[in-house]
């Protein structure tokens, strides 16, 4: 089956330092991919939508200035956050469909950050 | 009203019995649904898709879907100790599984 995968899975960080997440996927090719985080107890909120080209599209409330996005290639999207601070802690995940199964998002292993 | 509402449970249930899940969606224009079942410290994955009216069966597990009453469920029988976790609804208004909506997604616990 389709993998994604997320890399680093955790990374603790300071506050104020910024912190790179990678999401490949390994055996497919993904033109849209897309960033959710989870607050502990809360369900995924999509933060943006990786589109491979162009610029990410972010939803409503999520600072494209603080997280962002590069889809520099059909396999690989990066979320940056910069400036972390406490409130930024959390699980980020990462999904992707394949064209061909329109019904199907692959999700990451997702990447744990905690900012101290 | 939020988008898509899940009770938070816990729902306990003993082991070999018959789970049962409920979501219920806001918007009309909904046209796909999803549940996924996420452990602790995972991330989801899908378990069943439905787009259409009535029941969709695979395996175990049992998506119902009435659009007319904006309402999902997931049955899951012969509940197992592994199927223990959460189980989030997931909706998007066109017919893929792009930019999900998810509920808050509720706690199954089967117990011995």
């Known amino acids: 089956g389709a993998v994604v995968s997320q890399h680093p899975s955790w990374v603790i960080c300071k506050s104020g330092t910024s912190v790179k997440i990678e999401c490949r996927s390994l055996?497919?090719?993904?033109?849209?991919m897309f960033w959710y985080r989870q607050f502990p107890k809360q369900s995924l909120m999509l933060m943006a939508t990786?589109?491979?080209?162009?610029?990410?599209?972010?939803e409503q409330g999520v600072e494209k200035d603080k997280f962002l996005i590069n889809h520099a290639s059909l396999t690989l999207s990066t979320l940056t956050v910069t400036s972390a601070h406490p409130e930024d802690s959390s699980f980020y995940i990462c999904?992707?469909?394949?064209?061909?199964?329109?019904?199907?998002?692959?999700f990451g292993p997702g990447t744990r950050l905690t900012v101290l | 009203q939020k988008e898509v509402e899940q009770n938070s449970g816990p729902l306990s249930v003993p082991e070999g019995a018959i789970a049962s899940l409920n979501c219920t969606y806001s918007?009309?224009?909904?046209?796909?649904f999803f549940w996924y079942r996420q452990y602790s410290g995972k991330s989801p994955e899908l378990i069943m898709s439905?787009?259409?009216?009535g029941d969709k069966e695979d395996g175990r597990f049992t998506a119902q879907l009435n659009k007319a009453s904006q309402y999902v469920s997931l049955l899951i029988r012969d509940s197992q100790p592994s199927d223990s976790a959460t189980y989030l609804c997931a909706v998007n208004k066109d017919g893929t599984a792009s930019k999900l909506t998810f509920g808050t997604g509720t706690r199954l616990q089967v117990t011995l």
């Open positions: 439905i787009y259409s009216n």
């Open positions: 999904s992707a469909p394949r064209a061909v199964e329109t019904d199907t998002q692959y």
């Open positions: 918007d009309r224009v909904s046209q796909s």
């Open positions: 055996d497919f090719q993904a033109t849209t």
């Open positions: 990786s589109n491979e080209g162009s610029k990410a599209t972010y």
